[in-house]
């Protein structure tokens, strides 16, 4: 079972940044590739961006191509997201997903195991 805990969500202006931050609990986290997903109301969750087991290969949603850096620390056992630029459609609850099975930048949140509770990213115009 692995234990999945997101914070560094908070309100922030647009044209300004944040750094989420996921820590990771249970088994080997090296052995899993991990995702960002978001949600806003009254939309599906959708994918943010996808990082590789070792932290090589990364993917992005076009809407964040260029604005959001995702990297993992193998040995802390976490997984960050930083997002510079920062519109208000980028406002929703940001979720920390892991799975071992899919590959990186998988954008169906269905097939990830495991999730976080999800962090509120509050871009204000």
């Known amino acids: 079972q692995t234990h999945l805990v997101e914070s560094g969500g908070g309100l922030v202006q647009a044209g300004g940044s944040l750094r989420l931050s996921c820590a990771a609990s249970g088994r080997t986290f090296s052995n899993y590739v991990m995702g960002w997903f978001r949600q806003a109301p009254g939309k599906e969750r959708e994918f943010v961006a996808g990082?590789?087991?070792?932290?090589?290969?990364?993917k992005y949603a076009d809407s964040v191509q260029g604005r959001f850096t995702i990297s993992r620390d193998n040995i802390k056992n976490m997984v960050y997201l930083q997002m510079n630029s920062l519109k208000p459609e980028d406002t929703a609850v940001y979720y920390c997903?892991?799975?071992?099975?899919?590959?990186?930048?998988?954008?169906?949140?269905?097939?990830?195991?495991?999730w976080g509770q999800g962090t509120q990213v509050t871009v204000s115009s």
């Open positions: 990082i590789s087991r070792s932290g090589v290969i990364t």
């Open positions: 997903a892991a799975d071992s099975q899919v590959s990186t930048g998988n954008s169906d949140y269905r097939r990830y195991d495991y």
